[in-house]
Nanobody, 126 residues
Framework: QVQLVESGGGLVQAGGSLRLSCAASGRTFSSSRMGWFRQAPGKARDFVATISWNGSTYYADSVKGRFTISRENDKNTVYLQMNSLKPEDTAVYYC????????????????????WGQGTQVTVSS
């Protein structure tokens, strides 16, 4: 079982930056694929970014060049650095984990992840 706890959300002006953190419990973190998703009010939960066990990354087109996902396996933590934030980035951001045992396959669907955090609110004002 994996437990995920996000932190770092808040209110920021357009053009600003935030860094989200996700602390994971469990012994399988270093073999897990990690992802960030977001959900705006009244909308579906959307893929933002994912990182493999060895650091390979993949991003949604809407955040490419502005957001960076990274991980520190010795701290069981994954990060999402968000720069040049826009009002349309406003959402609850969720961390997700998948025990795919070092598979290279990129996973971007909600139902491909088994474990989820409680979410952290990010609000970008114009």
């Amino acid at each position: 079982q994996v437990q995920l706890v996000e932190s770092g959300g808040g209110l920021v002006q357009a053009g600003g930056s935030l860094r989200l953190s996700c602390a994971a419990s469990g012994r399988t973190f270093s073999s897990s694929r990690m992802g960030w998703f977001r959900q705006a009010p009244g909308k579906a939960r959307d893929f933002v970014a994912t990182i493999s066990w060895n650091g390979s990354t993949y991003y949604a087109d809407s955040v490419k060049g502005r957001f960076t996902i990274s991980r520190e396996n010795d701290k069981n933590t994954v990060y999402l650095q968000m720069n040049s934030l826009k009002p349309e980035d406003t959402a609850v951001y969720y961390c997700a984990a998948r025990n795919d045992w070092r598979s290279p396959s990129v996973r971007i669907r909600v139902n491909e992840y088994s474990f989820w955090g409680q979410g952290t609110q990010v609000t970008v004002s114009s």
